[in-house]
């Protein structure tokens, strides 16, 4: 069974810090670019940052670059999204994604899966 698992979410003040979580299983997680996507209310969603398969590239969307950055370890089949000076805009369900092909994962949206999601609330 395929599971992408968040965690690390929650409430914060602006200006802090949060490091989420995404734990993979069930797939060769080290042949897969993996995505953080946001979705606030109302809003569409919106492509956080995206990490190919061996570590080598990363995107990052317009209104996190700079504060937010991620990482994978592929050895405990993991993906970090640590993100910094935190804003209340900010505040959304972060969700999890593994694709095979990074450009189409960022760009298209094409994912192959998906996690359940998990709220970050940033308190201004």
């Known amino acids: 069974e395929v599971k992408l698992v968040e965690s690390g979410g929650g409430l914060v003040q602006a200006g802090g810090s949060l490091r989420l979580s995404c734990a993979a299983s069930?797939?060769?997680?080290?042949?897969?670019?993996i995505a953080w996507f946001r979705q606030a209310p109302g809003k569409e969603r919106e492509g956080v940052s995206c990490?190919?398969?061996?570590?080598?590239?990363?995107y990052y969307g317009d209104s996190v670059s700079g504060r937010f950055t991620i990482s994978r370890d592929n050895a405990k089949n993991t993906v970090y999204l640590q993100m910094n000076s935190l804003k209340p805009e900010d505040t959304a369900v972060y969700y999890c994604?593994?694709?095979?092909?990074?450009?189409?994962?960022?760009?298209?949206?094409?994912?192959?899966?998906w996690g359940q999601g998990i709220q970050v609330t940033v308190a201004s």
């Open positions: 990490i190919s398969d061996n570590e080598r590239g990363a």
């Open positions: 994604a593994a694709g095979g092909q990074m450009f189409r994962v960022w760009v298209l949206h094409q994912v192959d899966y």
């Open positions: 069930g797939f060769a997680f080290d042949d897969y670019a």
